[in-house]
């Protein structure tokens, strides 16, 4: 890890959102780090986290998402972070884990833009296209669980050159927040996921329901999952497992093993 970072990250103003929900969380920013996720969990392996950290990154050289896939930001202009990646790591104690990247989704979703949608488990995407990722790691510290919570959101697209493989182009949130900077996004999110997190540890997903029905990216969609199996998205049930209706029945899919891609654009909706 480098030092501080140079951007003008509002340190005092974060601090002071957290302290009615989390009193005493530290807040980081750095100029670069391999993974902000990667760093907490260093930190927790060795007894060396705090009940809550905060840790921002102008830029990650081994970002990581869902499954070991890497996560790729490109360039903006000056002064301007092309992505805002930050992990939060904090104590939770909620009676089921089941679905806390949705609970997470809904809150992220919720404080940036009102035409986000969630697509299971651990992606927003915005008109067709992947905006932001989710990427949840949990440790054990000192007879606790350390639940740490990794988010990247693009403000601008990646350049074509770092897109090999990818089926879906991803976009950034300049597109409708022309605007905004990573510190003020931060901002935005902070207070609404840490909300999530308490009212998740008191009531686990059931609250959410609404919320991620009302954004669900795949509902009525058809869907292909990473084995081969297709079919047609029916959303969620109560501990967050996606409903899929396939030529052999009802499945529900809750492996972090699968991963799920919708088939063609919804209709209306360009790619």
Not at 154 to 173: I, K, Q, R
């Amino acid at each position: 890890m480098t030092g501080p970072a140079p951007g003008d990250w509002p340190l005092e103003a974060l601090q002071a959102q957290a302290q009615p929900l989390f009193p005493g969380l530290r807040v980081e920013a750095v100029a670069q780090i391999d993974s902000t996720n990667t760093e907490l969990m260093r930190r927790a392996r060795a007894g060396a986290v705090p009940p809550a950290t905060l840790l921002v990154a102008e830029t990650q050289t081994a970002g990581r998402g869902r499954l070991g896939r890497s996560w790729v930001t490109g360039s903006a202009g000056p002064g301007r972070l092309p992505a805002l990646t930050f992990s939060l790591g904090v104590v939770l104690a909620p009676q089921d884990w089941s679905g806390l990247s949705l609970a997470v989704g809904v809150a992220v979703a919720g404080a940036l833009h009102p035409a986000l949608q969630i697509k299971w488990p651990n992606d927003l995407w915005l008109h067709e296209r992947k905006l932001a990722g989710i990427l949840i790691e949990t440790a054990q510290v000192g007879g606790q669980r350390l639940a740490v919570i990794g988010i990247g959101i693009n403000l601008e697209p990646p350049p074509a050159d770092l897109l090999a493989g990818l089926s879906v182009p991803p976009t950034g949130l300049r597109a409708v927040c022309p605007d905004d900077s990573a510190p003020q996004v931060l901002l935005r999110v902070l207070p609404a996921l840490l909300a999530a997190l308490r009212q998740f540890e008191a009531g686990g997903l059931v609250p959410f329901l609404e919320a991620y029905r009302a954004r669900d990216l795949l509902q009525g969609r058809a869907v292909l999952l990473s084995d081969g199996t297709q079919g047609t998205a029916h959303g969620i049930d109560a501990g967050g497992g996606l409903l899929v209706h396939t030529p052999a029945g009802m499945r529900t899919i809750t492996s972090s093993e699968v991963s799920v891609r919708p088939v063609a654009p919804a209709a209306g909706r360009g790619a």
